[in-house]
């Protein structure tokens, strides 16, 4: 018996509807049992979420690292790497929430307040992620200073901060909305709260605003020398805070100078301008019967021979003052830092004494001559 095509493919059809019927039958079956079954159900919709969430994070990250990769500046890769966990937290957050609505829970406070905490949830998420990736960026800009000229190493824990700040204000009051809570009392105790904390810390918030005021005028930065005229203080700069300016003197003493102090004095920064060269003023009194130019000529080729002294500004001589008992030199240098100018006084001080010795010209000094009108009588 002979079968046409057109039979054959009708059997095949009749064959494959018994599984397909059977596996449809099998999952409404499922289906109506997790309909029936809210906490199963429910259980499911979580699973489920998580793995969605999982499967978003795996497809972003290999769809978007072909185009990160192609990049050269690392925000990218930030912008993933931070940006990656809080989507598969809200995908997660998600699913509690429909496993939420599918319990169908009869006591309205309690969706309220299922909602309100998967809601703050997603606030505290997305505010911690935002942080992260606004600290993150602006670590990069402080170390790219050709490109980002106002945030920079001295200046980014200012904006860290005030970002800091600012995000966790912004959550606070997010979270304030979504649990519908009256804010006008908060504001009120605040008020009274921040005028006694104003005048309990008026010298920290004083110590404060300075701060703020030195790291964005940047009169001084960390390494420079600096001089606080008045309290002769003197040393190089090793941190800046908010509150106070740590300086390490030549003796090795560590300074703590409050930001208050220093926003009301005059400051010598010897390191900051066109170059950090310092020029030393070494004074030099002679008798008057003392050749000048001579001592010009020695005075330059002792200036030539200190390894310390730069050769570019090229040493001077200067001829200052007619002194009371001398003729008042000044032999000029550059020091490549104002941390040499110590050690080249010393030896230019000691080659002079030397050498003027050597040369038998008279370093005069105070003399005092004491005349007795009479002879005391024995």
């Given at each position: 018996?002979?079968?046409?095509?057109?039979?054959?493919?009708?059997?095949?059809?009749?064959?494959?509807?018994?599984?397909?019927?059977?596996?449809?039958?099998?999952?409404?079956?499922?289906?109506?049992?997790?309909?029936?079954?809210?906490?199963?159900?429910?259980?499911?919709?979580?699973?489920?979420?998580?793995?969605?969430?999982?499967?978003?994070?795996?497809?972003?990250?290999?769809?978007?690292?072909?185009?990160?990769?192609?990049?050269?500046?690392?925000?990218?890769?930030?912008?993933?790497?931070?940006?990656?966990?809080?989507?598969?937290?809200?995908?997660?957050?998600?699913?509690?929430?429909?496993?939420?609505?599918?319990?169908?829970?009869?006591?309205?406070?309690?969706?309220?307040?299922?909602?309100?905490?998967?809601?703050?949830?997603?606030?505290?998420?997305?505010?911690?992620?935002?942080?992260?990736?606004?600290?993150?960026?602006?670590?990069?800009?402080?170390?790219?200073?050709?490109?980002?000229?106002?945030?920079?190493?001295?200046?980014?824990?200012?904006?860290?901060?005030?970002?800091?700040?600012?995000?966790?204000?912004?959550?606070?009051?997010?979270?304030?909305?979504?649990?519908?809570?009256?804010?006008?009392?908060?504001?009120?105790?605040?008020?009274?709260?921040?005028?006694?904390?104003?005048?309990?810390?008026?010298?920290?918030?004083?110590?404060?605003?300075?701060?703020?005021?030195?790291?964005?005028?940047?009169?001084?930065?960390?390494?420079?020398?600096?001089?606080?005229?008045?309290?002769?203080?003197?040393?190089?700069?090793?941190?800046?805070?908010?509150?106070?300016?740590?300086?390490?003197?030549?003796?090795?003493?560590?300074?703590?100078?409050?930001?208050?102090?220093?926003?009301?004095?005059?400051?010598?920064?010897?390191?900051?301008?066109?170059?950090?060269?310092?020029?030393?003023?070494?004074?030099?009194?002679?008798?008057?019967?003392?050749?000048?130019?001579?001592?010009?000529?020695?005075?330059?080729?002792?200036?030539?021979?200190?390894?310390?002294?730069?050769?570019?500004?090229?040493?001077?001589?200067?001829?200052?003052?007619?002194?009371?008992?001398s003729l008042d030199f000044e032999l000029l240098v550059w020091v490549d830092d104002p941390e040499d100018r110590g050690r080249v006084v010393d030896t230019i001080l000691d080659a002079v004494l030397t050498r003027l010795r050597a040369e038998e010209i008279e370093i005069p000094y105070p003399k005092r001559d004491l005349y007795l009108k009479e002879q005391p009588s024995a």
């Open positions: 018996m002979r079968i046409t095509q057109k039979e054959a493919l009708e059997a095949l059809d009749i064959q494959a509807e018994v599984p397909a019927s059977a596996l449809h039958d099998l999952l409404s079956h499922w289906l109506l049992e997790l309909t029936e079954n809210r906490l199963a159900g429910a259980v499911v919709l979580i699973v489920g979420a998580v793995i969605v969430g999982k499967a978003v994070s795996g497809i972003l990250r290999a769809t978007l690292s072909v185009w990160v990769k192609r990049s050269e500046t690392p925000l990218d890769d930030l912008t993933l790497q931070h940006l990656s966990g809080p989507l598969v937290q809200t995908t997660v957050l998600y699913g509690f929430w429909a496993a939420a609505v599918h319990l169908q829970l009869d006591d309205t406070g309690a969706r309220m307040f299922v909602l309100r905490v998967i809601q703050t949830m997603l606030v505290l998420i997305w505010s911690f992620a935002t942080l992260t990736l606004i600290d993150g960026f602006l670590r990069h800009a402080s170390k790219k200073r050709d490109r980002y000229k106002i945030v920079e190493n001295r200046t980014f824990p200012l904006f860290s901060n005030l970002s800091k700040l600012l995000l966790v204000g912004v959550a606070i009051y997010g979270v304030i909305l979504v649990w519908d809570v009256n804010t006008q009392a908060w504001l009120a105790s605040a008020g009274i709260a921040g005028l006694a904390i104003s005048f309990a810390a008026k010298d920290t918030l004083s110590n404060l605003f300075a701060g703020v005021f030195i790291i964005a005028d940047a009169p001084y930065r960390i390494g420079d020398y600096i001089v606080l005229q008045g309290a002769g203080t003197r040393g190089e700069v090793t941190s800046i805070g908010l509150r106070s300016t740590r300086v390490v003197t030549r003796d090795d003493i560590e300074i703590t100078i409050p930001n208050a102090v220093i926003g009301g004095a005059q400051i010598v920064n010897q390191t900051a301008g066109p170059s950090p060269k310092m020029r030393v003023r070494i004074p030099v009194g002679v008798a008057y019967d003392t050749d000048t130019d001579r001592l010009r000529a020695i005075l330059m080729e002792i200036a030539s021979e200190e390894p310390l002294a730069c050769k570019t500004p090229e040493p001077r001589v200067r001829f200052r003052l007619f002194g009371a008992s």
